[in-house]
């Protein structure tokens, strides 16, 4: 984790054209500022590797999407009169289990992320590296996003439909559609959520990576190990 601080820190500094200078111009083997090209590549892999350990394990764990306000998830769009209706009518607890149990859905499927994240992690070159550090403020995330969310989404999916079979969603939520579909004056609707709580899963995996690597760009304290100290005499 204090790694994964390193890698997003040192992201802050890719608005500066003397880093950028400096970067360019890094030598092969230790010297000059103390860090190597190698040092930078074998840095970013370990840094994102604890930091991606740490934050899908946070959201694995029971209510890390459901008491995450950053990523819990709602109804979609079309069913938000659902929740909103049922609540009205005195049945605001069976909407709190409908919600409770995509969002269950949602921290088993991404158990299923982190030997993938590993993967993409290990395939990092210090051409990407570089890259990486010279990118945007999300140039970490963007990365993990373009190399594992396609992967990502058919390991998701099917898990997914077996934790709504699992947890009794789908009796849950027929449950739900069938009183929502018997008041009077209301449009009926037969939604497949699957493919919805999919997307919101990866979305709330990426988001929390993307607030880790927000977080730690504004927070100088973590310096605490020796790459960080010759990673940061660069900005210095």
């Not at 995450?68 to 609540?87: A, S, Y």
């Not at 919600?99 to 992320?113: S, T």
């Amino acid at each position: 984790m204090k790694k994964f601080l390193a890698f997003s820190l040192v992201i802050l500094l890719s608005s500066c054209a003397e880093l950028q200078q400096v970067v360019n111009n890094l030598p092969q083997t230790t010297g000059g500022f103390g860090i190597s090209n190698i040092d930078i590549g074998n840095g970013l892999r370990e840094a994102l590797d604890n930091g991606i350990d740490k934050q899908v394990t946070k959201l694995t764990q029971k209510d890390g999407f459901y008491r995450n306000q950053l990523v819990k998830i709602l109804l979609p769009q079309e069913l938000q009169k659902v929740d909103k209706t049922l609540r009205d009518i005195g049945l605001g607890n069976l909407a709190d289990e409908g919600l409770k149990v995509i969002n269950r859905a949602a921290e088993d499927a991404v158990k299923e992320a982190t030997p993938i994240f590993v993967s993409a992690v290990k395939q990092i070159t210090f051409a990407d590296a570089k890259q990486i550090l010279l990118g945007s403020d999300n140039a970490a995330t963007q990365y993990l996003t373009n190399k594992t969310q396609s992967q990502l989404y058919q390991k998701f999916s099917p898990v997914i439909n077996r934790s709504f079979s699992k947890v009794g969603a789908d009796k849950i939520w027929s449950n739900i559609i069938t009183k929502y579909n018997a008041i009077p004056l209301t449009k009926n609707v037969n939604p497949d959520l699957t493919d919805y709580v999919t997307g919101q899963a990866l979305k709330g995996v990426y988001k929390m990576i993307a607030v880790e690597e927000k977080d730690i760009r504004t927070k100088l304290s973590s310096r605490t190990t020796d790459l960080l100290k010759r990673v940061f005499a660069l900005q210095d």
